[in-house]
């Protein structure tokens, strides 16, 4: 009963606080003009907080900006009051988005009052894949530059918010664009471009004058460049793979971002950065080197998810470097490049800039860079494209001929070897080290070598691959058709699928098709001369024939025709070469009895051989003790 009464008296107790509370709050409501009071005062903060804001900022609205008459001395110190270093800029007649053009044969920039920065780029001699003007930057909406700085008056201005000033001349026959953002009329902050006739290469200078009362020395200068890279070529995948950003730091090494889905590179002593796309390239170049560069990577369409149809871009690139006050001012001497990536154009300019095009690290870029570009030029010079590449690849596998006879003739060798081989595994299968040491004995009467046969492939490695990185790589077949490719950079069609198959794409190229044919013939013959028991633990030859043209036919699906063309072309070639040893040059008979021949010789061993035989007849006579 207590335990009851309790419970009663603890309700009641919270009943009678929950009234107290509840008379508090209704007598302590504020009024109707109270709350219209606290609205005020609200309103008056906020209004505030927005005025200082826009104080520490660097946009100017536009209205403000044409009322200012400069000529208006008190109105003038009203919009320095507000507006600070930024007030007689705008006030000039230039502070509005008005477009300035410069161009030659080849280019077309288009540079806005707004930030005196490119804002159209236009490539005159090229079209995309679908036979539109080719712009690498596009109405300024894929790109931007920025340079970002304190100033003294406790302000942080972006020079993509602040109106620069053009004033174009000339300097003989190249056109000059000065755009400066004023402080006044004696100082101010320029950007000035200089355009040479029929050249891609454009100089750029930024340069301040009086300014080292303005510029804030305690606060860095901040150069950030981005560009978003717009979709040129008819696979977006494919072009996706060789786009990425590239630089030059530290005296004249260079390196790239990657094609990941993101990726960032921070490098000291940087002389050059490359937005570079598959066949076109953006690129800033200084003779100051930048102090540090921070470079950033991503994709920004999935090529997974969205068809080809649907991406207009590919990539986005950042870039920013810290730009040096010399005396309290910006002083630095740069180049634009807006252009092919062309191995001739880049490396022309004699500025590293040819190691933008991916020919192949170490022996493989030798290669490319001093047999097979000058040799291409000079067939493409006087053959269609097309054409070139069957004579460049027919002279490649005459020239390797040596070697494939000297491949042939080692599986020869071990064809007519192998009852002799089989005969020694039967023998001695409960004995591995005795039938290693016969086999190796047999090899060396018989002067053959399973590694004989292995080497020569090696060496035609360095040249398989540089090719594979030449035909990606090789602007000249950009759009250039050969029979039914239209395209010798892109994928062949000879048929639409009305569905994508996942890696290999919505199309049917005919190329790839002849390649994998061509590789599974080849792969036939070569493996039928030294198929042999197939042995616990090693791979399966016959899956290995099986697979190798399987993914050539998946893989090259999406890939340049021309490199496709290269691989059908070139395994038809080595296909007749090895026909004519086998039937015209190799007697298998002659070769039969000159081995039978050799084992009948007493064959000198050398120290080495003589040494391995020892240790592995210790090991054998080791193994007999232990069965005892």
Not at 172 to 183: P, Y
Request: aromatic share 12%; hydrophobic share 40%.
């Amino acid at each position: 009963m207590e335990e009851k009464k309790f419970d009663l008296n603890t309700v009641i107790g919270f009943i009678l606080i929950f009234g107290i509370f509840a008379w508090m709050f209704y007598a302590n409501k504020p009024t109707q003009e109270e709350i219209e009071a606290k609205k005020a005062e609200q309103e008056q903060v906020e209004a505030q907080q927005k005025t200082e804001d826009n104080a520490k900022t660097d946009f100017v609205p536009e209205s403000k900006a044409v009322a200012v008459n400069p000529k208006d001395s008190l109105a003038m110190v009203a919009a320095k009051s507000e507006l600070g270093v930024v007030a007689y800029s705008a006030s000039l007649p230039s502070a509005v988005d008005k477009l300035t053009t410069i161009e030659n044969e080849v280019l077309s920039l288009k540079i806005n009052n707004k930030g005196g920065y490119i804002e159209e780029a236009l490539l005159k001699n090229f079209k995309t894949y679908d036979s539109v003007p080719l712009y690498l930057i596009k109405d300024g909406k894929n790109a931007s530059f920025n340079l970002n700085f304190g100033t003294t008056d406790n302000r942080i201005l972006n020079t993509r918010d602040l109106f620069f000033e053009p004033s174009l001349t000339k300097n003989g026959e190249n056109t000059v664009l000065s755009m400066k953002w004023k402080v006044s009329d004696s100082q101010f902050l320029e950007y000035r471009y200089e355009m040479k006739p029929n050249d891609y290469m454009l100089d750029f200078t930024i340069r301040s004058q009086g300014l080292q009362q303005v510029f804030n020395s305690s606060q860095p200068v901040n150069l950030d460049w981005k560009l978003q890279a717009i979709r040129q070529a008819k696979s977006a995948s494919y072009e996706n793979r060789y786009t990425e950003i590239l630089f030059e730091y530290d005296g004249g090494k260079d390196d790239y971002t990657g094609q990941g889905d993101f990726a960032e590179e921070k490098e000291e002593n940087v002389t050059w950065i490359g937005f570079k796309q598959h066949f076109f390239t953006s690129v800033l170049l200084t003779d100051t080197p930048f102090k540090t560069g921070t470079f950033a990577s991503k994709n920004i369409a999935n090529t997974s998810e969205l068809d080809d149809k649907d991406i207009k871009v590919t990539k986005e690139f950042a870039a920013s470097v810290p730009l040096e006050l010399n005396g309290g001012e910006l002083s630095y001497n740069m180049d634009w490049y807006y252009g092919p990536t062309d191995y001739k154009i880049l490396s022309s300019y004699d500025r590293n800039l040819d190691e933008i095009v991916p020919l192949g690290w170490g022996i493989f870029g030798v290669i490319n860079r001093y047999l097979f570009i000058p040799f291409f030029s000079l067939l493409s010079g006087f053959l269609p494209y097309g054409i070139a590449i069957i004579v460049m690849t027919i002279v490649v596998r005459i020239v390797l001929s040596p070697v494939t006879y000297k491949s042939y003739v080692s599986q020869a060798k071990m064809k007519i070897l192998r009852p002799e081989i089989t005969e020694i595994n039967e023998k001695y299968k409960d004995n591995a080290m005795k039938k290693q040491q016969e086999t190796m004995a047999l090899y060396s009467k018989a002067g053959a070598s399973p590694m004989s046969g292995c080497l020569p492939a090696l060496m035609q490695i360095p040249v398989f691959y540089a090719l594979f990185n030449f035909f990606p790589s090789a602007f000249d077949l950009r759009q250039k058709s050969f029979l039914w490719a239209d395209d010798l950079s892109s994928y062949d069609t000879i048929a639409k699928l009305p569905f994508e198959i996942p890696f290999y794409g919505d199309h049917i190229s005919l190329f790839p098709i002849l390649a994998s044919i061509a590789i599974f013939i080849y792969m036939m013959m070569t493996t039928g001369q030294t198929m042999q028991q197939q042995q616990p633990g090693m791979p399966n030859m016959k899956f290995i024939m099986y697979l190798s043209p399987l993914m050539m036919l998946i893989f090259f699906n999406n890939y340049a025709s021309g490199l496709s063309l290269y691989y059908f072309i070139s395994n038809l070639i080595t296909i007749g070469i090895m026909l004519v040893i086998k039937n015209v040059i190799i007697d298998e008979d002659k070769i039969h009895a000159k081995i039978q021949e050799n084992k009948k010789k007493p064959k000198k061993q050398g120290k080495f051989q003589k040494k391995m035989k020892e240790l592995m007849e210790q090991a054998e006579q080791q193994q007999k003790m232990k069965k005892k």
